[in-house]
């Protein structure tokens, strides 16, 4: 199938709730209520930081930058779709890679705004494309154990609060204490009604 029209049909699929493309493998390992405790391996991210800036500006500057990186703005010119990998070739090795989901975002001591793009686990840290804007790292997130509590609706500052008050409190009285601030995933386009969207927050724990 064409990577244009498998870009069409994974969006399309989105618009109904059904996520088509690759999120990084877990273990579930315990639900408490309606919290997931999750073990999740080392995976390889694009990552960007921005600084100075609202939340929504933060945001769109940040997704400006990864995806750029997608699109083809590093060294082998790779162009990588959203949701479906596209080859490409002419003067430069072709590559074939696709952005996962969920995309993560966390503010950072000091305001700043973090985002990673998740890359599929059939690339390392060597074969994947360097990145043109010195803004782009690729890294490796090590190993973690997450709490997880899951959402649908709309992502608003105000409503990541609640929700991460909601994460936390549920954390209270079970032995499972945060090891960092929560922060968000997003697993789905803007585009995706609220009612259906994805969205969950997050924090490392401990035993």
Same mark, same amino acid.
Request: positive net charge; hydrophobic residues 40%; glycine residues 8%.
């Given at each position: 199938?064409?990577?244009?029209?498998?870009?069409?049909?994974?969006?399309?699929?989105?618009?109904?709730?059904?996520?088509?493309?690759?999120? +990084?493998?877990?273990?579930?390992?315990?639900?408490?209520?309606?919290?997931?405790?999750?073990?999740?391996?080392?995976?390889?991210?694009?990552?960007?930081?921005?600084?100075?800036?609202?939340?929504?500006?933060?945001?769109?500057?940040?997704?400006?930058?990864?995806?750029?990186?997608?699109?083809?703005?590093?060294?082998?010119?790779?162009?990588?779709?959203?949701?479906? +990998?596209?080859?490409?070739?002419?003067?430069?090795?072709?590559?074939?890679?696709?952005?996962?989901?969920?995309?993560?975002?966390?503010?950072?001591?000091?305001?700043?705004?973090?985002?990673?793009?998740?890359?599929?686990a059939s690339v390392s840290a060597e074969t994947a494309p360097v990145p043109d804007d010195a803004r782009v790292t690729i890294g490796s997130v090590p190993?973690?154990?997450?709490?997880?509590?899951?959402?649908?609706?709309?992502?608003?500052?105000?409503?990541?609060?609640?929700?991460?008050?909601?994460?936390?409190?549920?954390?209270?009285?079970?032995?499972?204490?945060?090891?960092?601030?929560?922060?968000?995933?997003?697993?789905?386009? +803007?585009?995706?009604? +609220?009612?259906?969207?994805?969205?969950?927050?997050?924090?490392?724990?401990?035993?």
């Open positions: 199938m064409d990577a244009f029209v498998k870009t069409i049909v994974e969006s399309a699929a989105s618009v109904v709730g059904v996520r088509l493309s690759e999120q +990084p493998p877990f273990t579930a390992l315990e639900t408490i209520g309606s919290v997931e405790i999750r073990r999740y391996g080392v995976r390889l991210a694009a990552e960007t930081t921005v600084q100075g800036l609202g939340d929504d500006a933060a945001r769109s500057e940040a997704f400006s930058r990864l995806a750029g990186y997608i699109f083809g703005k590093n060294r082998t010119r790779a162009k990588m779709a959203m949701t479906a +990998p596209v080859e490409t070739s002419g003067g430069q090795p072709s590559q074939k890679i696709a952005m996962t989901a969920p995309v993560e975002t966390a503010r950072e001591s000091g305001g700043a705004l973090r985002m990673r793009f998740f890359l599929p190993g973690q154990t997450l709490a997880v509590l899951r959402f649908s609706g709309r992502s608003s500052l105000e409503e990541l609060a609640v929700r991460k008050r909601d994460l936390l409190d549920s954390l209270a009285p079970t032995s499972w204490k945060a090891a960092g601030e929560p922060f968000a995933l997003f697993y789905d386009p +803007p585009f995706t009604p +609220p009612f259906l969207r994805r969205n969950e927050v997050a924090v490392a724990v401990t035993k």
